[in-house]
């Protein structure tokens, strides 16, 4: 394959998705399947609910019985039973007879109709009812909320609170689901030092560790973070080959650039990842080196946190989560306003970060107050990113652009 230099951010976002394929799938109690990726087409095997059941505390009764009812002309009926929820139905409702039913209880057969009991005159034998009343009122039918044989959910769906509901009023109590990625992490840079550790003269700390740990635990992986390498090809090398050995694909941070110091891709090589693409038409996030050894990606971001947080959820981002067996990798879109002006031009597709808020009806895009690419503070509470096309300049509050959220 051919190693592709500064491709467009949808050339890099696709050439990664191509390379991937879903995890195993295993099966989990439901109780712990909200957030995992749903491993087949969920058909129901059964209707829900799975007879007629009564949507009031009232009446079960016969329609044809209250043709003539009115104020003037009641219609007194029979009480036969009381039918609580749970409970089967002891006798069919006959003309001139009404059973007491619950909220919930199954419709006794030959009732078609049910009418709440504040509407009614009642006695311990017998109601009356004051007008006439359609088949089927106030009945839950049989299969209303849904079908067997229809397809619920299909393979790839992530599992939210209404499937996971469903899922269980299918009878199901244990969820076939793709596995969590294993995604290793490693830091490099020989200025970089762990968050508990002193931070002398020349030094930063660790923050790439924390972002993606964070990031990819809400995306509904497991990161497992390798260690942290110094500008040493050898040293990164070896914890590439680890990460390899125990995951399912590798970040790298730092050393992507083409400094003296700028060793990755070198390491990357070593290990046997096969460069396909170094650097990206976008800013933040230009320096980039994107690999694959054994089918699993070796993702190399830059060290500047914004510029590899941006470059992640661009390119990315959609690949891990296709490997987590989601049928949609790719964000959602939108087209929104900006809230205020960007002053600086955009010779490349820029990337800003920010917050989406509903104001009068227009959503509008508001973007942190400082875009730098070391500014990793301008992505606290960012929800969505917004595209500035390639050769734009400076661009006035109110201007429209696509984004996408996060």
Not at 104 to 133: C, H, M, W
Not at 245 to 270: F, N, Q, Y
Not at 293 to 318: E, I
Request: proline share 6%; glycine share 12%; charged share 20%.
């Amino acid at each position: 394959m051919i190693m592709l230099e500064n491709a467009s951010w949808t050339e890099a976002r696709d050439l990664l998705l191509n390379q991937v394929h879903p995890v195993e799938t295993e099966r989990v109690p439901l109780d712990a399947c909200g957030g995992r990726v749903l491993a087949f087409d969920l058909k129901a095997g059964e209707d829900v609910p799975p007879f007629d059941r009564s949507a009031y505390d009232g009446y079960a009764f016969r329609a044809a019985d209250t043709v003539d009812a009115s104020k003037e002309k009641p219609v007194t009926l029979r009480l036969t039973e009381t039918v609580a929820a749970g409970q089967a139905p002891k006798y069919p409702v006959m003309p001139g007879e009404a059973a007491h039913v619950m909220t919930g209880a199954k419709i006794p057969q030959g009732a078609d109709a049910v009418i709440n009991f504040e509407r009614t005159a009642f006695t311990a034998d017998s109601v009356t009812l004051f007008e006439p009343y359609k088949s089927g009122g106030n009945i839950v039918k049989r299969g209303e909320d849904v079908q067997a044989g229809a397809l619920l959910a299909p393979r790839g769906m992530v599992i939210d609170a209404g499937l996971a509901g469903t899922l269980a009023a299918q009878g199901i109590p244990k969820v076939c689901v793709y596995r969590k990625p294993i995604i290793g992490l490693i830091s490099t840079g020989s200025e970089v030092v762990e968050a508990d550790e002193e931070q002398s003269l020349g030094k930063i700390r660790n923050a790439n560790r924390s972002t993606f740990t964070a990031l990819l635990t809400k995306e509904g992986c497991n990161p497992r973070y390798l260690g942290l390498a110094g500008d040493d090809a050898e040293s990164i090398r070896a914890l590439i080959e680890k990460a390899l050995a125990e995951c399912d694909a590798v970040i790298l941070t730092g050393g992507v650039s083409v400094g003296d110091w700028d060793v990755t891709p070198e390491a990357m090589e070593g290990a046997g990842a096969e460069i396909l693409l170094r650097g990206v038409a976008m800013k933040p996030g230009m320096a980039c080196a994107y690999g694959v050894s054994g089918g699993k990606l070796v993702l190399g971001l830059s060290g500047n946190p914004a510029s590899s947080f941006t470059n992640f959820c661009a390119c990315a981002l959609p690949a891990i989560r296709k490997l987590r067996g989601r049928n949609e990798p790719l964000p959602q879109t939108f087209q929104g306003t900006l809230a205020k002006g960007f002053r600086k031009k955009s010779p490349a597709d820029r990337f800003l970060r920010g917050r989406l808020m509903l104001d009068d009806g227009t959503v509008r895009f508001l973007s942190s107050a400082d875009q730098g690419n070391v500014v990793l503070s301008s992505t606290i509470g960012c929800d969505a990113f917004l595209l500035i096309p390639g050769g734009s300049g400076p661009v006035e509050a109110g201007t429209r652009f696509n984004g996408f959220l996060l």
